[in-house]
């Protein structure tokens, strides 16, 4: 089976982290956009992020750069589809999609995420919360380019929640270990990222 591409997201407004690009935030010295390609291209044929705004503030770091083809900031979902028709264009019949606040994610996430896709081709990440409850971690996932339209749509009608869209197709489900820390920990504050900084 080959290596599908690989779109990081990145492209919020980060205003709990406080404004910016939150990519190009530091952790321990290395931005996390940094982080997360260092983990990720070794698994894909492929990588692009997608951001708005100057596509030049990522040009130390030699990725295609898309933007969501949806005014307002709409959120992860406008990401997917940006990946998903950029992988569409590459031949791919799938994208992985991570978030660029997801620096600890594993290094088989790709290869677990295509073995548990579901009948229709797609797959989120899961692991277990501090309380031992199952959560999904839809940002985390295998989306087949197929359901490009079906994406296209739901963003139309205002759908923005990923994980709702992606129940509708009764996805696949890779379950990660969450010890000693959860491998999808997102860091959303200044607080998120010295926490981070003391499991490095």
């Known amino acids: 089976m080959s290596l599908p591409p690989a779109v990081i997201l990145a492209g919020g407004l980060s205003t709990r982290m406080g404004g910016g690009n939150k990519g190009l935030r530091l952790l ?23 951001a708005n705004g100057d596509p030049d503030q990522f040009e130390d770091y030699d990725v295609p750069v898309i933007s969501d083809g949806f005014a307002g900031f ?3 979902l406008a990401g997917v589809l940006a990946g998903m028709e950029w992988a569409a264009a590459l031949g791919a019949d799938a994208v992985v999609s991570v978030s660029v606040d997801t620096p600890f994610l594993p ?13 229709s081709g797609l797959a989120v990440a899961a692991s277990a919360d501090e309380t031992g409850e199952l959560r999904d971690h839809p940002t985390c996932g295998l989306w087949p380019v197929a359901i490009a339209d079906d994406l296209r749509a739901a963003l139309e009608s205002g759908l923005h929640r990923t994980g709702q869209f992606a129940a509708a197709y009764n996805p696949g489900r890779a379950v990660f270990d969450s ?7 997102n860091l959303n504050t200044p607080q998120d990222l010295a926490e981070a900084a003391r499991y490095l």
Do not use: K, W, Y
């Open 28 to 50: 321990a010295g290395e931005t996390l956009i940094s982080r997360v390609l260092g983990r990720l291209r070794p698994q894909c044929s492929a990588v692009a992020v997608n």
């Open 179 to 185: 010890n000693p820390f959860d491998p999808f920990m």
């Open 107 to 119: 290094l088989d996430l790709v290869h677990r995420l295509c073995e548990a896709r579901g009948r």
């Open 74 to 76: 709409p959120g992860p």
